[in-house]
């Protein structure tokens, strides 16, 4: 079966520092991995995926996540935060099994102070 | 790009009265899907649709059902609403497995406080 855990429920930053969202998947098989952002009272917005091409995923606002299988981790990163990157987010694996199913890690909140 | 419009940004209703969501999306996806999401429980699936007329129960069916007449819009019924249903309702669809792109696309959410 598939799962996904989000190993912070809260990460505080300083803007201009580097941002670091942890993931670790569960999935027998190569999974697809998402990562979405909602900020308050809005849906959530894809901002990168993986599905089995280049390990290091490159995504909007300049965020990116890197894929390793040995480590079942998919971890997001930015190099320097902004205000505007605060707010909720996702860590998505796509249901193997049930083709039609995504699985949601419990959610990252991210405080950026100034 | 894709577009998943959810009518209804806030609503308040009353205990006991039948209530509508309704979604629409522009991609021609064959599936959709009804979340909502409550602080701390993250986001729970309600029902999902493969195909017009067709559904499967989420994770949280009680006291919720579905309509799926045409492809592009699926609609989440709340047969009796109670004050526990009081959340963010979130719609989304994806294309179907095998196209080549799995997204799941969400639209902005619905907020229904139920009093």
């Known amino acids: 079966a598939q799962s996904v855990t989000q190993l912070d429920s809260h990460v505080s930053v300083s803007e201009g520092t580097p941002v670091l969202l942890r993931c670790n998947y569960s999935?027998?098989?190569?999974?697809?991995l998402f990562w979405y952002v909602q900020h308050p009272n809005k849906g959530l917005q894809l901002l990168l995926k993986y599905t089995s091409a280049a390990t290091l995923v490159k995504g909007i606002n300049g965020f990116e996540a890197e894929f390793k299988k040995s480590e079942t981790s998919f971890h997001l990163t930015k190099p320097s935060a902004h205000m505007s990157d605060a707010a909720e987010y996702f860590c998505v694996v796509k249901g193997f099994y049930n083709f039609n199913k995504f699985y949601f890690g419990s959610g990252t909140k991210l405080n950026v102070k100034p | 790009d894709v577009k998943v419009t959810q009518s209804s940004r806030y609503l308040v209703k009353r205990t006991g009265e039948k209530v509508f969501l309704e979604c629409v999306q522009d991609m021609d996806h064959e599936n959709m899907f009804w979340y909502r999401q409550d602080p701390g429980l993250g986001l729970r699936l309600i029902y999902f649709s493969y195909d017009v007329k067709m559904k499967e129960k989420g994770d949280i069916p009680e006291g919720y059902s579905v309509s799926r007449e045409k492809k592009e819009r699926f609609s989440l019924i709340l047969e009796s609403a109670s004050t526990n249903q009081t959340s963010m309702y979130l719609c989304?669809?994806?294309?179907?497995?095998?196209?080549?792109?799995?997204?799941?696309?969400f639209g902005e959410g619905s907020w229904l406080t139920v009093v």
């Open positions: 999935s027998s098989y190569s999974p697809s």
């Open positions: 989304a669809s994806s294309p179907p497995t095998g196209t080549g792109s799995d997204t799941i696309y």
